[in-house]
Structure formats: structure tokens, C-alpha cells
């Protein structure tokens, strides 16, 4: 079993993580996925919410996690319509690879909506969002 002490010591615990997912890229380099336990909406804070953190490591010992503040994903995610789903919770990150095995090109979590009033929902549905797998400017 994977332990998240693992590749999260020192500063990195100034985020609470569960729920890792870990999977290699076709370069060899191993990424992990999880959610910030303390950063999604439902916890009440303000300001954009970082519910998802990314660690990345060239030998599935040393990890790096830079993005103690940043996110891999948030609590909102923007439809292919244009319309916006806002998150009460976001959790259970999971890869989706492409048919070679080792590109990402969808990303699954365990979801909470915000519902009517901007209160959490009772319910959780299984949420999936597309990964983009080319440049904006290209």
C-alpha cells in the first residue's frame, strides 16, 4: 500500500491529502494525484478553493510537491457548453488514460454539488472532465 508520508514530508504537510492516485507517464515519471482534505469548498474558506494537489517524481522515491498553494484541480470545472458546476466537495481523484496506456486525457472524482442557497447537496455523483492535451497557443 502507497503511504502519503511517502512523498509528502516537511512543508508539503501544510496541506491535509487523501486519496492518492498514482500513475506513470509515458517519459517514465511517476505522478500522483490527491485531494486536499482541507481545501475544498465545504470546509467554508474563502476565495478560490484548491481541491486537488499534484507530486511528481523521476523515480518513484524522491517526490516533489511544489504546489502547496496551487491546485490540480479546484471546485469548479467549466462544461463544454460554456456553463459553470460549482463543487461543494471534490474528491477521489482518478486518471483516465488514452489508449497508449499512459496519457491522461480525463480526470474522475467523487463530487459533491452546491445546491440550492449555495448549501452542499445531499447527494455525490461521479464527475469526469476532460484533460486538455494540446497548447492553447498551438
Known sequence: SLSLSLFLTGDSMAQVVEDPFVWRAGDGT????FHHETGC???????PMNCGGHA?????RTWHYPYINGSAYGE???LAGGGVVH???????????????VTPVALTNGAQLVGEGGQAGDATVTFLQPIRTHSLTG
Open 41 to 47: 469548498g465545504h470546509y467554508g474558506r474563502e476565495g
Open 76 to 78: 469548479n470545472a467549466t
Open 87 to 101: 463543487f461543494a466537495a471534490r474528491q477521489r481523484p482518478h486518471i483516465v488514460l488514452g489508449p497508449d496506456g
Open 56 to 60: 511528481f517524481s523521476a523515480d518513484g
Open 30 to 33: 511517476f505522478h500522483a494525484l
